[in-house]
């Protein structure tokens, strides 16, 4: 990892999850990341753009 909110996960490898439910693009983590004494689940999801036209 070249950039991380968090310096401790500088040069890291991350794993992440991939789903493509439907027409989005879903990715998370594998395993709960601890936050403040409480699991935290990460999702980034993003759907695809109606074309202009």
Do not use: S
Not at 20 to 26: A, C, G, I, K, V
Not at 43 to 48: A, E, I, N, P
């Amino acid at each position: 990892m070249a950039v991380a909110l968090f310096p401790n996960w500088l040069g890291q490898i991350q794993t992440r999850t991939v789903e493509f439910p439907d027409d989005t693009l879903h990715l998370g983590m594998p395993t709960p990341l601890q936050l403040n004494d409480a699991l935290k689940h990460a999702r980034l999801v993003w759907r695809r753009a109606t074309p202009n036209g």
